[in-house]
């Protein structure tokens, strides 16, 4: 019968808010990845695109250290590794004029040159995911253009190429393109896990509320956790 959760044998969950996590248990290393979204140098490092934008790089750098931790443990275990890239072609065909504009008058302009090459641009350092969290050789990258991570990309097909229902979100920003790609994947079927101490946003208010809002309605775009709770949980 159609929405009927069927039973797991052995199941298992990670301590989550507001409900344990994966809501059927169904957790093993074949079915669940993380997605390690845009940790670039262009918004997490000195003299990137959220630098020159004259925001607090602290705020996202703090989960670089549970992020390596979360990693570490997950490679062990042998889950599904991804990493998201935000980007755009050097000749920006695929950056729509409304967000060339909207990054203009905030003295960040996406294709013009900084101290780390041309700002969002595929193939420059800045686009270049941070070196504390190089993504290894077997490990997938999904380079896509806009703040959600299934929209212009090859992401959805990968997933379920390899049997992926259950997806657990880090990254920036908590509330632009993590919180796009967990509503998105949400809408699509698949279980979504928050790791609230491996994201974060230019401002703290906005991470505080995009959590929150998670957790509304039982739920409504899946779980919340911590690195801490999953490490556990998975050892």
Same mark, same amino acid.
């Given at each position: ?7 797991? =044998?052995?199941?298992? #969950? ?13 957790? @093993?290393?074949?079915?669940?990845? !993380? ?29 670089? =250290? ?19 890239? =935000? ?13 060339? +504009?909207?990054?203009? &008058?905030?003295?960040? =302009? ?10 969002? !641009?595929?193939?420059?350092?800045? +686009?270049? !995911? ?9 490990? %997938? ?8 991570? #299934? ?10 190429? @390899?049997? %992926? ?51 509304? &309605? ?18």
């Amino acid at each position: 019968m159609e929405g009927t959760v069927a039973a797991v =044998e052995n199941p298992k #969950f990670i301590p989550s808010d507001p409900y344990q996590w994966p809501f059927n248990g169904d957790l @093993k290393p074949s079915n669940t990845c !993380i997605i390690v979204i845009d940790m670039q140098v262009d918004f997490c490092a000195p003299n990137g695109y959220v630098d020159k934008m004259g925001y607090d790089i602290s705020l996202t750098r703090a989960p670089i =250290e549970p992020i390596s931790r979360v990693l570490e443990c997950m490679r062990a275990k042998q889950y599904h590794i991804l990493h998201t890239r =935000e980007g755009h072609r050097p000749d920006m065909a695929d950056c729509p004029a409304n967000k060339v +504009w909207r990054s203009r &008058q905030i003295g960040a =302009e996406i294709g013009s040159l900084g101290p780390c090459g041309r700002i969002l !641009i595929k193939g420059e350092p800045g +686009w270049e !995911i941070i070196p504390e969290l190089k993504p290894l050789p077997n490990e %997938i990258v999904v380079d896509k253009p806009g703040k959600g991570s #299934f929209v212009g990309t090859n992401l959805d097909l990968i997933l379920r190429t @390899k049997g %992926i229902c259950n997806i657990i979100l880090a990254g920036v920003t908590t509330d632009v393109c993590v919180h796009t790609t967990m509503r998105n994947a949400n809408d699509m079927g698949y279980e979504c896990l928050l790791l609230e101490d491996c994201c974060a946003a230019t401002d703290p208010d906005n991470h505080k509320a995009a959590i929150s809002m998670i957790k509304k &309605q039982g739920g409504v775009f899946g779980a919340v956790s911590t690195s801490d709770k999953l490490i556990d949980a998975l050892n």
